[in-house]
């Protein structure tokens, strides 16, 4: 059996924390920024957790 691939553009946009949690970026937050409040374009920049019911679907895409 060939070795598995990891989804290139996934492994782009997660990591793996130590505890094994899955970390995302936020999106909205690269251009149009006007009309966004300074308070929402500051969370924005925050980086969170994948949701619990989509982090097993990100970890194999990453083989992690």
């Keep these: 059996m060939p ?3 990891s989804h290139r553009g996934a492994c782009k946009r997660f990591k793996v924390t130590g505890s094994g949690k899955v ?3 936020k999106m909205n ?4 920024l006007e009309k966004k ?4 374009k500051r969370n924005l920049h925050q ?3 994948v949701d619990a019911s989509q982090e097993k679907t990100v970890k194999r895409m990453i083989l992690a």
Excluded: C, D, V
């Design 3 to 5: 070795k598995m691939k």
């Design 23 to 25: 970390k995302r970026e």
């Design 29 to 32: 937050a690269s251009h149009i």
């Design 37 to 40: 409040s300074r308070k929402r």
């Design 47 to 49: 980086s969170t957790l």
